[in-house]
């Protein structure tokens, strides 16, 4: 039997669902501050804004869970 009998719970799950929360919180943010027209436009135009950051933030977030979801071999 192993150490951790249930899958995903690791450091690799946390850290993941923390990336992908705190990416979250900046997208409802910015949608109450302001309008979802805006924030589209924040997202489709060339400069570097922080919704693009967070939608890399919700990427990198679930490749840290799949990377803690993922068969550990002996």
């Known amino acids: 039997m192993s150490e951790y009998p249930r899958r995903g719970r690791n450091w690799y799950t ?26 589209v436009d924040f997202m ?13 933030m919700f990427a990198f977030g679930g490749f840290l869970i799949l990377w803690g979801f993922r068969k550990k071999y002996a």
């Open 44 to 56: 489709f135009n060339g400069d570097i804004t922080s919704e693009k950051i967070s939608l890399g």
């Open 14 to 39: 946390a850290m993941g669902v923390l990336f992908v929360v705190v990416g979250a919180i900046v997208i409802m943010q910015n949608l109450l501050i302001w309008s979802p027209e805006f924030v």
